[in-house]
């Protein structure tokens, strides 16, 4: 590694090191999602896609397939699938959250309106579907079918479990799992199936991106109580004003006195948000070190992502897997 | 077949010449509802799936197995995934429609609200996937994959196509594929491949499917400018409230005068619509005999599919589908 690569972040280093497969991969993105009768589709997915979103998903499918040594073409369209189905999974959840902004831009239900969201959100879906079917494994269509089937599951989970103090880290995780760590799993543990790695090694892969997609998602929690707009694209406190069950606030709500137990209905259950309610909010999660813990879990999953990557074969690309695992905790560190 | 069987309709003599699989396919479909964190899946799911629906689809991806011969599981699997991908498409099209009313009971969309609607449709999308994956045949994946995609790819064709003159019978008829037919032929031709059945059957199994799906929305365009509400579950003229190009329409702006365009431009494009403008409407397409020649549409594509079914071994099945193809148009005749 030269010292100009040292000096880059992990995932640009990964950019750096997968470019070509990359450009296949986003020649493919470009390919698929035209549609020759709805010039609504390319419209919509072009403002999603080509917003600069940082990749991260094809990349883990990349880099997984690579360090096992494939040398075939279908991880390009196991990579390209996993984008179709995140930005799917966007479209819809930004409808669902009535969210107007995304990457710092305003939300394509904003631009166009929620029917074309959810509509081509399915259609991203089934296009999604048959890049995967185009690699005939169908262990690679099984474990993506299943991942869908998580998230999907995930989604409606948080629904309910939004509003609802009785979210435990149990239900939390679950959530977490749907809201991003199935599809990380899946993208890496496809990676492996595709380049025929042995079984260890394809359940190391599933370890990794399960763990790394958890602490990511602890540390985005923890950024929107502490976060600026400008680093992570949303406001501080959306989280709380959409209610959400968060996991500093699952931690405070376990230690809550009475008298905050009352605040957190008020806020949370009932949805009577007042001026100085999110300070006071942060101010209970200090109290009780609920930012801390939360801080501590993200750090053991982020360690145990690293574990994992003992199993998989010496390789620069392993490095920049095991240091994006750092990357990703090291914004809350 | 008894007199008794005779009188039937002909799906329900489907129905009754299946009841067997039909019980399986029923039994699938409650058991893979089911979801132990989030209740609001099956909740939602039942409202739509026990709302006493036909059942159609899945009727004839079990007669077109059982009519080449099929003796496995997998064609209930299959009979499931379909009637999956139907209620998943019900759910996000409610949505989209903003529709209040479905088979004569309100919406999902109604009574939860958008987000489970999007949500849920999203979880059957994907435990449909699964089932599928399950019968191990990559063709059937392929056949799904692609149907998938003609779905999504109409809906949003509709959305753009719905209030725009310029919407002709060669994108009507893609619209209408998408919404309806890719499905029925999808359903059709996987019963087929499940059961090996030689080329010819398969094509003339997707074929059957195609025509009598387009036949069957053919039909209903043009119950909705004339069925009783009680027959169609839906409101004479929601089509026309909705600015939609259904064929009827289609046929008489393409013979529209000058003034009856400046009509067609108003209460279709602006969406400027007035008392009595359905019933002007009406006597626009009375005029130029747009209801007439859509209905001789109809019935070509009826007949079409009967044709399609000689390739196929002779078997009661066979009939019944005839019967089913002359039935679908008869509510017109």
Redesign the interface.
């Known amino acids: 590694m030269s010292l100009d690569e040292a000096a880059m972040k992990p995932h640009d280093r990964l950019s750096a090191h997968l470019a070509g497969d990359m450009e296949s991969v986003n020649a493919l993105i470009r390919e698929r999602m035209a549609?020759e009768?709805?010039?609504?589709?390319p419209e919509v997915t072009a403002h999603l896609v080509e917003a600069g979103g940082k990749r991260l998903r094809p990349l883990l499918t990349l880099a997984a397939a690579r360090l096992c040594g494939y040398g075939g073409p279908y991880h390009v369209h196991l990579a390209a699938t996993v984008e179709f189905i995140h930005t799917a999974t966007l479209l819809?959840d930004d409808?669902?959250d009535e969210s107007k902004q995304r990457r710092g831009r305003p939300t394509a239900n904003l631009l166009w309106d929620?029917?074309?969201s959810?509509?081509?959100g399915?259609?991203l879906?089934?296009?999604s579907?048959?890049l995967m079917?185009e690699t005939?494994s169908?262990r690679v269509?099984?474990i993506?079918?299943?991942a869908?089937?998580t998230?999907?599951?995930g989604?409606?989970?948080q629904?309910?479990a939004a509003q609802d103090l009785a979210t435990d880290e149990g239900?939390y995780l679950?959530v977490v799992r749907g809201k991003t760590a199935a599809l990380f799993s899946a993208a890496t543990e496809v990676g492996g199936v595709i380049a025929e790695a042995p079984e260890d090694q394809v359940r190391a892969l599933y370890t990794y991106g399960d763990a790394l997609g958890i602490a990511f998602q602890i540390v985005d929690d923890l950024l929107d109580y502490g976060g600026a707009t400008e680093t992570i694209g949303k406001n501080v406190g959306d989280d709380f004003r959409e209610r959400k069950l968060t996991l500093p606030v699952i931690k405070a709500v376990a230690q809550a006195s009475e008298e905050e137990r009352a605040f957190w209905r008020r806020v949370i259950e009932k949805g009577d948000q007042r001026e100085g309610d999110l300070e006071q909010a942060m101010a209970l999660m200090a109290r009780h070190g609920a930012m801390e813990a939360a801080r501590a879990d993200a750090l053991g999953w982020a360690a145990r992502a690293k574990a994992a990557l003992a199993a998989l074969p010496d390789h620069p690309l392993r490095a920049m897997l095991s240091d994006l695992a750092d990357f990703v905790v090291a914004r809350v560190s």
């Open positions: 549609s009768h709805a010039p609504r589709i819809h409808v669902v929620n029917k074309s959810v509509l081509v399915d259609y879906f089934s296009r579907f048959q079917v005939g169908l269509l099984d993506l079918a299943n869908s089937a998230i999907a599951e989604e409606v989970l629904l309910t239900v679950k």
